[in-house]
């Protein structure tokens, strides 16, 4: 049975704040049905559709150039792709871009190694020691941490963080068993119970001969 | 506290709760329209969570009614979680719509739908919550006018001092009614008591107000009338308040809004029959949602097309009392097939008659292999099924599980009943036999892959059934009847669910009770009752004190067979069923007959009297109440 691949860039924005992981891929799989995307299935007593969606956004974070793969069992040419998707978005998801992929193309499990988010206080700003903060932070050899009852070192999975005016920005690793949570920055920044806005700006992935892109461009 | 308010605190909050999207409104499908110049403004609350309130369809099929006419806009509302109510008490959010973030105080109508008693602590907590008065009598000119819905209210009693009107029956041509009765109120500037005799004349709208129960010294009732010195705005209060229904059904719903969050039902449902012909005797909704109509095959068809183009779901339940008694079943899953089939769609047909042409039914819309196949036998020998009236042969039973497990399903649940005062141990032994002797069939196809799964609820004598008469067993009873189920019904590859005797109990006096019980209702709630229907939550505790303090005694609600002539607290809501054909049925009961379905002979009880001028005016092949020759 032949597949066709294909790799769809969106925003994730405020209706979709609250939604969380596993029910993104359900908002999606009915994204397809409704826009008639022959998708391919798995094989198996439960089959299930061929969509793959990149590094989850934590809960409360909106993602601007977030990124989902589907395989089709049919070709579809891209723009009449796009359009369809475009037109059958629910709230909370826009920007849709739509490219092919070869059959064989890795996964995006395979690809995303990082995510850039920017992160303001929901009110007001920020502490006024937050600077010296950042910088002892960074300084730190290790972060232990707990999360979910495991611990685990956070200063590895920060791979930078500065502060521009307001917005706190932070490149954090998003690699299978070495995520780095944004809320998990602030609260080793001493600020978990403070009010924020967070946004993912991009995903950061590994192409081919180790090439570092940001996923805005494969719009 | 205003909308822009609320949004401003809400992302404050929102991160610290549980599943905040439950909190966020902005799903797909949601209709929002202008509040300013929309003169017609309707809360519709399911008094629970967010995942229970988003399944229920009758709110679903109001919703798109109501934002369908230019002059009115609906919103829901639903009960917060405890974390959530926490964080909306400290920051001083009242309870609010999901559309725009309204608080509920400020829309012109609160409908609050009671399916089922367990929710009525939840519709006082959503009041207070509202900050709206829980008495009607309490309310004053500019709060929102509470009425209520549901299957709870064809006992309209326990709840009537909460409700300025009550609906009886059937919603989709009675909330035209009620938008246009706002609709003139808010041009008019009529008063509240103007408005609500307006909706006392409404067909099926029950105005608790206008009507006082009188009692005997022994506590039973004498009568519940319309109150005659009200002046004579009262002239038209109608006695006995008879049920609405539509002659025939209404397009369904096809533009529903689709939940991010997973609920407990997430697919998209459509009735394809109202009504039922079979007559089981402990079945109120079979009594309640008569004449039978049926949804054309090509209405279902067509309609689920433009609901999936609309929604995206991958499930649909195609919902009705019988579904084997849908005239054209055949038709429809042929069509269904033809239409759909091939489009990876879960088609999910409940309520089937035991006989292997249902599995056959099923299997023609089945997309995967495997999971479960769920029949009701509610009795397993003989004279229970009679005194049920829902016999069916153990040898037919034993054929139709032999066929589904053959076709690979490997789990076959059974719902079973408890509770009838005639039911003997050899009766609920033979519940536990039956299951092993299901089960044994599973094991001849699958092996030990085999599983049966009985659900053994306990029997509620409802309003309007012919088991209205009938006392309850008593705690005990119910108890020692499910310690032998525990006992006999054991061992790999069976599970057995009970229901606990307290929440049944409960339910049954707030199903029979009267007018009275509002004092125990409101206590319950003051003492913390609320979410009864979570066994978590639930607090018997409360209840019982909350009976006490009100001097009521729960046996004289259930545990009193009453005579042949005692006025129930529901008998002055006509639902079209006559009450001595329900007590021939009781009668018929007790002497172990049983009756057919009335496609084959008309028993007379009462509907097709009550709507005659309704289906003598519908085309020939819509007409309810089958055409029957005289018996």
């Known amino acids: 049975m032949n597949r066709y691949k294909y790799r769809i860039l969106f925003s994730k924005t405020e209706a979709m704040r609250f939604t969380g992981h596993l029910d993104l891929f359900r908002a999606w799989e009915r994204l397809l049905r409704r826009a008639q995307v022959p998708l391919a299935y798995s094989s198996g007593y439960h089959p299930h559709p061929k969509i793959q969606i990149g590094a989850a956004l934590p809960l409360g974070v909106t993602g601007d150039n977030e990124l989902v793969d589907i395989e089709t069992a049919e070709e579809c040419g891209v723009d009449a792709l796009t359009r369809q998707i475009a037109e059958a978005v629910p709230p909370g998801v826009s920007d849709i871009r739509v490219t092919a992929l070869p059959e064989n193309y890795p996964g995006l499990e395979k690809l995303v190694v990082a995510g850039d988010y920017f992160t303001v206080p929901l009110e007001g700003a920020w502490p006024a020691d937050l600077p010296q903060k950042i910088e002892s932070l960074l300084a730190s050899a290790n972060l232990l941490r707990e999360r979910r009852g495991k611990a685990y070192d956070l200063r590895p999975r920060i791979l930078s963080l500065a502060l521009d005016g307001n917005q706190l920005q932070m490149r954090l690793r998003l690699e299978p068993d070495a995520t780095g949570r944004p809320d998990e920055v602030l609260s080793a920044l001493g600020m978990e119970s403070l009010p924020v806005l967070a946004r993912r700006e991009r995903l950061v992935l590994r192409e081919s001969e180790g090439k570092m892109i940001g996923s805005e461009v494969l719009g | ?631």
Not at chain 2, 590 to 602: A, I, N, Q, V
């Open chain 2, 1 to 631: 506290m205003n909308s822009d308010t609320i949004s401003r605190i809400l992302p404050r909050i929102l991160p610290q709760v549980e599943k905040p999207s439950r909190y966020t409104g902005g799903e797909l499908n949601q209709s929002i329209k202008d509040w300013d110049s929309t003169p017609v403004r309707i809360a519709l609350l399911f008094p629970d969570i967010y995942d229970i309130g988003m399944s229920n369809l009758g709110l679903a099929v109001l919703y798109e009614i109501i934002n369908a006419r230019p002059e009115a806009l609906a919103e829901r509302v639903y009960l917060p979680w405890s974390d959530m109510e926490t964080a909306m008490k400290r920051e001083g959010i009242p309870l609010y719509s999901l559309e725009s973030r309204r608080p509920v105080a400020d829309f012109d109508l609160v409908g609050i739908t009671l399916p089922y008693e367990s929710l009525y602590t939840n519709a006082l907590h959503a009041l207070h919550l509202a900050g709206i008065p829980l008495r009607a009598a309490e309310r004053g000119e500019n709060h929102p006018l509470i009425v209520g819905g549901g299957h709870g209210v064809f006992n309209p009693e326990p709840m009537a001092e909460f409700f300025d009107a009550l609906a009886v029956g059937e919603g989709e041509e009675l909330i035209l009614d009620l938008i246009e009765i706002i609709r003139w109120r808010k041009r008019s500037g009529e008063s509240r008591l103007a408005t609500t005799h307006r909706l006392a004349g409404i067909w099926g709208m029950y105005v608790p107000a206008f009507y006082r129960p009188e009692y005997y010294t022994d506590g039973t009732i004498a009568r519940v009338a319309p109150i005659p010195e009200s002046g004579d705005g009262n002239q038209g209060t109608p006695f006995p308040i008879v049920k609405r229904i539509v002659p025939r059904l209404p397009p369904p719903p096809v533009r529903p809004v689709v939940p991010y969050l997973e609920t407990v039902h997430n697919r998209y449902a459509i009735e394809i029959m109202r009504g039922c012909t079979r007559g089981c005797r402990f079945c109120q909704a079979g009594h309640v949602t008569r004449p039978i109509r049926e949804r054309p095959v090509e209405e279902i068809v067509s309609s689920i097309n433009l609901a999936l183009r609309n929604t995206g779901y991958e499930e649909v339940a195609l919902l009705s009392l019988s579904s084997s008694d849908y005239s054209r079943i055949a038709e429809l899953v042929r069509a269904l097939g033809v239409k759909f089939g091939g489009s990876r769609l879960r088609i999910s047909l409940p309520s089937l008659r035991i006989e292997t042409v249902s599995v056959d039914l099923v299997e023609a819309l089945r997309s995967s292999r495997g999971g479960n196949f769920t029949l009701a036998p509610e009795a397993a020998t003989d004279s229970m099924r009679a005194i049920l009236n829902k016999p069916i042969a153990a040898q037919q039973l034993i054929e139709t599980v032999r066929e589904i497990y053959s076709r690979k399903w490997t789990t076959v649940k059974l719902y079973f009943m408890i509770g009838h005062p005639r039911e003997t141990k050899a009766d609920v032994r033979a519940i536990a036999e039956l299951a092993r002797a299901v089960l044994a069939e599973g094991r001849r196809s699958l092996g030990r892959r085999a599983e049966v799964h009985a659900g053994v609820s306990t029997l509620i004598p409802k309003a309007h059934t012919p088991f209205q008469w009938m006392a309850m067993d008593s705690r005990e009873r119910i108890l020692a009847k499910q310690d032998l189920l525990r006992r006999e019904l054991r061992g790999p590859g069976l599970k057995l669910d009970l229901t606990p005797p307290d929440v049944t109990l409960l339910e049954a006096e707030l199903a029979r009770g009267d007018r009275r019980l509002a004092n125990v209702i409101e206590r319950a709630w003051q003492a913390g009752a609320r979410f009864d229907a979570w066994s978590d939550r639930f607090q018997p505790a409360a209840w019982h004190s909350a009976f006490e303090e009100s001097r009521i005694d729960p046996a004289f609600y259930t545990g009193r067979e009453r005579s042949a002539d005692e006025i129930f607290p529901w008998d002055h809501i006509n639902v079209g069923v006559r009450k001595d054909y329900l007590r021939r049925e009781y009668e018929a009961s007790l002497e172990g007959r049983t009756r057919g379905d009335c496609r084959e002979e008309c028993f007379g009880c009462g509907i097709l009297t009550t709507f005659r001028e309704l289906r003598d005016a519908l085309p020939e092949e819509a007409q309810f109440c089958p055409t029957v020759r005289p018996g």
